[in-house]
C-alpha cells in the first residue's frame, strides 16, 4: 500500500486547509495411565502431596490449558475455512481511521482507538481488516492468556509458579488475537466463570477463561461500542485500568492478565459513550462519508469484485499487504530507538494544559503517538509534523464539551497546536 507512509502527510494536509497558516508440553498435564481428569492438580501444572493427594484444600486447574494436539489442529482447520476478510490495503480514504489503526498496532501501549461516524462508513470492515496485518509475539505454548515468557506483569498465575520453580516454558510464536465483543454478550462471557458445582463436590477451583483472557496482548474489538450496557462497560473500564481482571464467586477469586488494545466504533447518531470509557481510549477517529462521487464509484466496484470473488480479490492485493506488514514489523522493531525533543516534549504538555485537557494521558498519548508515526515512516527522530498529525486525534475527545461551540473539537486541537508551535 504505497499511500500508507502519504497518508499522515494528507491528513495534516487536509486539516491546514482549516487552521491558520503556521503445547514441548506447557501446560498439558502429564497423567498416568490410571489417572483420570478428577484428580485434583494444584496450580494447574500437577503437583501433589503423598499419594497423589494435594497439599492444599483447594486445586487449581483450568479448563482452557487441556489442550491437545487435535484440538489445536481443529483450531487451525476452523482458521482456515474462516469467511474472507476485505484486504486493508484495499481500503478507499478515510486516512485518519487507518492510520490511528496502524498507530496503534506499532504501540500497542497508545491505548486504542474509538472510531465514530456515519453509518455505512467502513468502520467495521476497517477494523476486522487489521486482522491480516497484525504481527507475530511470543506466548508460552498452551497458556489460555497469552502469557509473555519474558514479562512477568504480562503472565498468568500458573506461568508465573513455573518460573518462580526454574522449569522452563515452552515457547512459540502467534499472531496478535483480535476479539469481537458482542452487545448481547453476559458478564460470565466476558470475564470468564466458575464451575461452582464441581469447587463444592470435587474440591477444585475449576475456571473456564472469558473473552478478556482470549484478548490479553491482543486487540478487543466493541462495535458500537455506545450501546454497551453499564454493568459491561464497568467490567471493560475495570480490566483497562488495572490490566488485571479478577473473577469473584462465591468467595473464590481468579485473576488473570488482560492487558488489550480496546478498539470501539459507533454512530454518535445513536447516543454518547460515558467519559470514563472515551478517557481510556488512546485516540480518537472521525469518519464522514465519501463525497467525491468517483472515489464512491471506485469504492463501489472495489466492493463488487470482492463479493465476486474473495479469493483473486484478495490475490491482487497481496503484495501490498505483504508490504504493510513488513513496513509494521520494521516500525514496530525500531520504536524503542525513536527520540523526541524535550523542547517538543514541553510544547505539547503547553497544548494540552492550555486546552484544559483533564489528567496527563492525553500527554502520554500524545508523545507515544508522534513516535509510533516516526517510526512507521522509518525515522529515529519525532517532528513537529508528526505532532500536528496525532494530536487532535489524542485531545478531541479529552476537552470539555462546550454546548454552545459549533467548532470541531479537533479543529480547536490543530488552532492551538499552530499557535503554541508557531
Not at 500500500?1 to 502429564?30: D, E, N, Q, W
Not at 474462516?82 to 484486504?87: A, L
Not at 497484525?134 to 506466548?139: R, S
Not at 447518531?269 to 488512546?282: A, I, K, S, T
Request: glycine content about 8%.
Amino acid at each position: 500500500m504505497a499511500s500508507v507512509l502519504g497518508t499522515a502527510s494528507a491528513i495534516l494536509a487536509s486539516r491546514s486547509l482549516v487552521s491558520p497558516s503556521p503445547k514441548s508440553a506447557f501446560p498439558s498435564i502429564s497423567l498416568n495411565p490410571g489417572q483420570g481428569y478428577g484428580r485434583k492438580l494444584y496450580g494447574g501444572i500437577g503437583i501433589q502431596g503423598r499419594k497423589g493427594r494435594p497439599r492444599f484444600p483447594f486445586a487449581v486447574t483450568n479448563v482452557a490449558t487441556e489442550v491437545n494436539q487435535v484440538e489445536q489442529a481443529q483450531k487451525l482447520a476452523a482458521k482456515e475455512s474462516q469467511r474472507p476478510v476485505y484486504p486493508f490495503a484495499a481500503i478507499v480514504g478515510q486516512d485518519e481511521m487507518k492510520l490511528c489503526l496502524l498507530l496503534n498496532v506499532i504501540d500497542p501501549k497508545i491505548g486504542g482507538v474509538m472510531i465514530m461516524g456515519d453509518r455505512g462508513t467502513g468502520k467495521s470492515t476497517t477494523v476486522r481488516s487489521l486482522v491480516d496485518l497484525l504481527p507475530e509475539i511470543k506466548v508460552v505454548f498452551g497458556d489460555p492468556y497469552n502469557s509473555d515468557p519474558e514479562d512477568p506483569e504480562a503472565m498468568g498465575i500458573e506461568v508465573r509458579e513455573k518460573v518462580t520453580k526454574g522449569e522452563e516454558l515452552a515457547i512459540t510464536l502467534t499472531k496478535i488475537n483480535m476479539v469481537d465483543l458482542p452487545l448481547g454478550a453476559t458478564e460470565d462471557r466476558v470475564c470468564g466463570t466458575i464451575d461452582i458445582e464441581k469447587a463444592l463436590t470435587e474440591g477444585v477451583k475449576a475456571f473456564e477463561p472469558g473473552l478478556l483472557a482470549k484478548a490479553n496482548r491482543g486487540i478487543l474489538y466493541v462495535d458500537e461500542v455506545n450501546l454497551l450496557d453499564d454493568h459491561l462497560v464497568d467490567v471493560l473500564l475495570d480490566s483497562a485500568a488495572s490490566g488485571w481482571n479478577t473473577v469473584e464467586r462465591e468467595g473464590i477469586s481468579i485473576s488473570h492478565p488482560a492487558r488489550f488494545i480496546l478498539i470501539g466504533s459507533g454512530n454518535p447518531e445513536e447516543g454518547e459513550l460515558r467519559p470514563q470509557l472515551l478517557d481510556r481510549f488512546g485516540m480518537h477517529a472521525q469518519v464522514g462519508t465519501v463525497r467525491d462521487a468517483e472515489l464512491r464509484v471506485k469504492i463501489v466496484e472495489e466492493r463488487a469484485r470482492f463479493d465476486k470473488n474473495p479469493k483473486e480479490f484478495r490475490d491482487s492485493y497481496k503484495a501490498e499487504q505483504e508490504k504493510l506488514q513488513q513496513q509494521i514489523a520494521s516500525a514496530r522493531s525500531n520504536l524503542s530507538s525513536v527520540q523526541i525533543d524535550q523542547d517538543l516534549k514541553v510544547k505539547i504538555s503547553k497544548v494540552c494544559a492550555e486546552l484544559n485537557v483533564d489528567g496527563l494521558r492525553g500527554d502520554i498519548v500524545s508523545n507515544r503517538a508522534a513516535k509510533a508515526l516516526a517510526a512507521l515512516k522509518g525515522r529515529d527522530k519525532v517532528t513537529a509534523e508528526d505532532i500536528a498529525t496525532v494530536i487532535p486525534n489524542c485531545l478531541r475527545h479529552r476537552l470539555r464539551k462546550d454546548p454552545l461551540e459549533s467548532i470541531d473539537s479537533g479543529l480547536l486541537v490543530i488552532e492551538k497546536f499552530y499557535e503554541v508551535f508557531g
